[in-house]
């Protein structure tokens, strides 16, 4: 990449790179999977024509303000899960604003323990490790945070009406096309650490048939390629924005917005399913902490904390 449309000699590749010169083949042979161009000119060398969309540091820190949000960036071309490693590096007292993304995930996951779609080089799968000022009670205003955050920025970039269907799910006309999950380490009193896992479908060509009906991509929307980058880039700016109102002005700055980008938010029949629990009714707004107000057939008012939200 620093020389790109340059022919770069073979020999000179590999001994930059430490490696024999056969190694250097499989390597080029590697790019190219992931939708690198690399033309090869007998007797000459290699040259760089077309760079992939992969989400290494260096392509997403062009991408971002100076910030704390990715400043510290580990890049995966496969992981289990981002929301794991992302785990494991807080434990280790990884910084706040650290950011672990993977160019595939082989056991995404999504809320109640379900999986997530994660296929190569064509959806965008990261987790962001924040150490809020928060009592674990009010950290549940993260996951709102990060859906209004993913909905800017993919109505953005995409020129399509977004929807939040509360708490976690950014839609298109009706269908997911991403999902947020936030998980924390506590103490009684205090968060030590949260991690917020985005995942978007960005440029899926296709959408597995048992999905289809309620998932989509940006790519299906809107029949064009989208660049990961800029979508990671345009998110991340906007959380770290939003995380700042959060600590000047509180839950309410969140919820304020929320409530503007959601339709479920207030004036929508909804079913909640909670494990065993059936909770139908309208949706009347969001309390201060960000639960769903559901006031049901028989008037009662009752306060959402978590569960299946899904129009009735």
Same mark, same amino acid.
């Given at each position: 990449?620093?020389?790109?449309?340059?022919? /770069?000699?073979?020999?000179?590749?590999?001994?930059?790179?430490?490696?024999?010169?056969?190694?250097?083949?499989?390597?080029?042979?590697?790019?190219?999977?992931?939708?690198?161009?690399?033309?090869?000119?007998?007797?000459?060398?290699?040259?760089?024509?077309?760079?992939?969309?992969?989400?290494?540091?260096? /392509?997403?820190?062009?991408?971002?303000?100076?910030?704390?949000?990715?400043?510290?960036?580990?890049?995966?071309?496969?992981?289990?899960?981002? /929301?794991?490693?992302?785990?494991?590096?807080?434990?280790?007292?990884?910084?706040?604003?650290?950011?672990?993304?993977?160019?595939?995930?082989?056991?995404?996951?999504?809320?109640?323990?379900?999986?997530?779609?994660?296929?190569?080089?064509?959806?965008?799968?990261?987790?962001?490790?924040?150490?809020?000022?928060?009592?674990?009670?009010?950290?549940?205003?993260?996951?709102?945070?990060?859906?209004?955050?993913?909905?800017?920025?993919?109505?953005?970039?995409?020129?399509?009406?977004?929807?939040?269907?509360?708490?976690?799910?950014?839609?298109?006309?009706?269908?997911?096309?991403?999902?947020?999950?936030?998980?924390?380490?506590?103490?009684?009193?205090?968060?030590?650490?949260?991690?917020?896992?985005?995942?978007?479908?960005?440029?899926?060509? @296709?959408?597995?048939?048992?999905?289809?009906? @309620?998932?989509?991509?940006?790519?299906?929307?809107?029949?064009?390629?989208?660049?990961?980058?800029?979508?990671?880039?345009?998110?991340?700016?906007? /959380? @770290?924005?939003?995380?700042?109102?959060?600590?000047?002005?509180?839950?309410?700055?969140?919820?304020?917005?929320?409530?503007?980008?959601?339709?479920?938010?207030?004036?929508?029949?909804?079913?909640?399913?909670?494990?065993?629990?059936?909770?139908?009714? @309208?949706?009347?707004?969001?309390?201060?902490?960000?639960?769903?107000?559901?006031?049901?057939?028989?008037?009662?008012?009752?306060?959402?904390?978590?569960?299946?939200?899904?129009?009735?």
């Amino acid at each position: 990449m620093e020389n790109a449309t340059v022919v /770069m000699s073979g020999t000179k590749l590999a001994s930059e790179l430490r490696v024999p010169h056969s190694t250097l083949w499989e390597l080029i042979e590697r790019l190219r999977e992931w939708g690198a161009e690399v033309r090869g000119l007998p007797g000459t060398g290699y040259q760089l024509v077309k760079v992939p969309d992969l989400l290494t540091p260096k /392509m997403i820190r062009q991408r971002l303000h100076a910030g704390a949000f990715g400043s510290r960036i580990h890049h995966y071309y496969q992981v289990d899960s981002t /929301m794991n490693e992302a785990a494991r590096l807080a434990a280790a007292k990884a910084p706040h604003g650290a950011l672990v993304v993977a160019e595939e995930q082989t056991a995404g996951r999504g809320r109640f323990g379900r999986s997530w779609f994660s296929p190569r080089g064509t959806g965008l799968y990261f987790t962001l490790i924040l150490r809020p000022k928060l009592a674990p009670a009010a950290a549940p205003i993260l996951t709102l945070l990060a859906g209004v955050a993913v909905a800017e920025a993919v109505g953005e970039l995409t020129g399509r009406p977004t929807d939040v269907r509360w708490p976690n799910d950014v839609l298109i006309r009706g269908k997911k096309c991403a999902g947020i999950l936030v998980e924390m380490t506590a103490q009684p009193e205090r968060v030590e650490h949260a991690q917020i896992g985005v995942g978007v479908n960005v440029n899926q060509a @296709e959408i597995p048939p048992e999905l289809a009906a @309620e998932a989509t991509s940006l790519r299906l929307e809107t029949g064009r390629t989208i660049s990961r980058l800029d979508v990671l880039g345009a998110i991340l700016k906007r /959380m @770290e924005r939003h995380y700042h109102q959060l600590e000047e002005r509180g839950a309410g700055a969140i919820v304020e917005r929320f409530s503007e980008v959601s339709s479920y938010a207030r004036g929508k029949r909804v079913r909640v399913t909670d494990n065993a629990r059936v909770l139908t009714g @309208e949706t009347v707004g969001l309390s201060s902490e960000g639960k769903l107000l559901v006031r049901q057939d028989d008037g009662q008012i009752e306060a959402v904390l978590s569960g299946l939200v899904r129009p009735e």
